[in-house]
């Protein structure tokens, strides 16, 4: 099966990082590990865009971040681990009703319904 | 992981950051957080591919295009960044002395605070009130070129050391603020240096900390502008 990528991917990332933290705090690159995981390795994410994402759910209030005390390795910079907020959790179920009639409808016109 | 992989990684995280039109202190959380993204990234390929060059080159593709991934760090600064934007290009312009920054700094508050004051203190009868503008310019002539001053006393790099001298002219220096505005406007409103003088006394206190409130948000400024130049001075083309 061919790996799923680029602008496909784009759409519903920001449902795709909520919903890895509904499994708990992470910081991005086990978000990123989460994300492949439940993807079965099919879905290919650059890793830097997951930054932007985090930042714009931040800035909405969807996600709250704090600094990991211990910074990362031996010289290393810190990480911050991110949590799910209510907020957040509302526009994850949200999205899954909209992903849900997407499906539904899609699947509809295109004769291989859900 | 040496030196140069550090460097190295720095580079691929400042391709994508230093383009990115946002705040100082922005920019230097994004650094960092991006730093540690690439640093675990980096021991992750370097243990399979157990070449360091190849563990580079495949931590650059994992991380993304950085013109891509500037463009989309551009999408996610907030409105409300722009007002930092403004004051940290007001506070770090490298054209001018300290002096003339702390007037301009004093001009504008001035301006400001007339446009705002002057029209309530007219309408409430209160008018005799006008030199609470002239006091608020002076702090903030005082803050400006004092901050200014203890900025540049810690900003040195560790080779060089601190100016701990200066620091402690200007903290000592930064202590006569709130008494000698409290003093001068007591002179204004009522004309009697001997009252003036005691309403001075219970602020003591607050003028012996004056120096401490100046010096921590000024060496937390100075430590981010010491990291800000280190990360602008990568090479990224």
Known sequence: ?114 | MNESTQAQLRIIVERVVRPVRASMSRKLKMREELLAHTSAVFEEEAARLDNEQAALEQTAQRFGNPAELTGQLQVSIPTSDLLQRFLEGMALRTDESMLHRAVRFTVVTFFVCAVYLLPAFFVQSRLIEWPLIMAFGITVFYFAFHSDLMRQALDLDGAKGRLWRRYAIAAAASSFLVSGVTIGLGLTFSGDGRSSLTDVLPLLPAAVLTPVAFVVPVDCFAAELRSHRKWMSLPIN
């Open chain 1, 1 to 114: 099966v061919e790996a799923i990528n680029g602008d496909k991917l784009r759409g519903h990332l920001e449902e795709r990082v909520l919903s890895t933290l509904e499994r708990g705090d992470a910081h991005g690159l086990e978000i990123v590990g989460r994300l492949e995981e439940a993807g079965c390795g099919l879905l290919r994410l650059t890793e830097g865009s997951l930054y932007p994402a985090l930042y714009r759910l931040e800035a909405a209030g969807e996600v709250k971040a704090v600094w990991e005390a211990e910074p990362y390795g031996r010289r290393g910079a810190r990480r911050r681990i991110y949590r799910l907020t209510g907020k957040g959790q509302r526009k994850l179920n949200e999205g899954r009703v909209e992903w849900q009639q997407l499906v539904h409808v899609i699947g509809g016109i295109l004769g291989a319904p859900a």
